[in-house]
């Protein structure tokens, strides 16, 4: 099969520090050319994968009907991870990474990262991310600091809670990401993060504490701790009641329950948090079951994931999305006519 996968072109592929739906490309990437596909990446220049995948450069600032005019000539299926605001007209998916305001249009064929990502949105049809466990070094042992990783300024990212956290129980914390806040000298800012530094930042955590207070997707770095050996301490928002179970960390609803995971971490078996990534969140299983969706899409005649044969949105092997609220005037058209 060849496909195209149309990455943000803001940041490179793979990207040097922050860019998660960037490193998700990436893995995807290597995943369908591991299984014998071939791949074709429109991403920002100086992005590269390996010899055997294709990289055409696209600039920085474009919009998403200017970049089909960089599409090859031939190709079965384009995967887009940008946003799309109109219905392409050859076989296509695009697969939302972040949340999206109710009048915002959703093309046919757009796939989600987590089951409540899906449901947030009016659709059940997901696809959870998965990474190269091989990028992730496992350790066994860690130091006596929690880990926190995302954008500190983001107020829906809440880091004020896990340092309000630290600062109450008087556990050292280290935070990673992007501006610098000011703290007490047992929390330590890092700054943007990347690479190697990253990996030993989160397999030397105690656990990664990441109490989002917005409906988030997917949080990658959630399943990078755990690939880490890492456990973690979640929230109760968005997918983070579906990717953390016992055995790996807590899901908390209020502060006593953030305080109970952080007296208790002890007890997480760091193994555990290694296989259950290896078990669940691996790239080989996202690109397989990304290819079950172009499959669908290609062996419908209209080239889309709805037909009178796929209605069943409990079947976990059947990962796609039926849009019925947000339909564009045109398909109310087809439809009628």
């Known amino acids: 099969m060849k496909v195209v996968l149309v990455a943000p072109p803001s940041i490179t592929v793979p990207p040097l520090k922050y860019g998660g739906t960037q490193r998700v490309v990436f893995w995807l990437a290597i995943g369908l050319s591991e299984q014998g596909h071939d791949v ?8 590269y994968i390996n ?25 079965d299926i384009v995967h887009f991870h940008i946003k799309l605001n109109f219905e392409p007209s050859f076989p296509y998916l695009q697969t939302l990474h972040g949340n999206c305001k109710n009048d915002e249009f959703l093309p046919q064929n757009i796939s989600f990262v987590s089951k409540k990502h899906a449901q947030n949105h009016g659709g059940n049809f997901f696809v959870y991310n998965g990474l190269d466990i091989n990028n992730f070094e496992f350790s066994a042992s860690h130091n006596n600091y929690f880990s926190y990783i995302g954008k500190i300024n983001a107020d829906y ?5 896990a340092v309000h956290l630290a600062k109450k129980i008087g556990f050292d914390l280290k935070l990673a990401g992007g501006w610098r806040p000011s703290f007490r000298s047992n929390i330590n800012y890092l700054g943007k993060v990347g690479g190697q530094n990253k990996i030993d930042f989160l397999k030397n955590a105690r656990a990664l504490i990441f109490p989002t207070a917005w409906e988030e997707p997917m949080g990658l770095v959630v399943i990078e701790s755990l690939a880490c050996g890492a456990p973690v301490i979640v929230s109760d928002r968005g997918s983070m009641p579906e990717l953390v179970s016992e055995e790996v960390g807590f899901v908390c609803k209020n502060e006593i329950d953030y305080i109970n ?10 193994r555990n948090c290694r296989e259950y990534i290896e078990n669940n969140f691996t790239h080989s299983i996202m690109t397989d079951n990304y290819l079950k969706l172009y499959k669908k899409i290609l062996n419908n005649p209209e080239n889309n994931l709805h037909d009178s044969h796929n209605k069943d949105l409990n079947d976990k092997d059947n990962l796609g999305y039926e849009n019925r609220k947000k339909v564009s005037f045109l398909r109310k058209l087809r439809d009628i006519f």
């Open 51 to 75: 010899d055997k995948i294709n990289v055409i450069e696209i600039p920085d600032k474009i919009t998403d009907k200017e970049v089909v005019e960089y599409l090859p000539e031939s190709f």
């Open 157 to 161: 990212k809440n880091s004020s809670y």
């Open 261 to 270: 995971a952080i007296e208790n971490i002890d007890q997480i078996d760091q």
């Open 40 to 47: 074709t990446i429109l991403a920002k220049k100086g992005s």
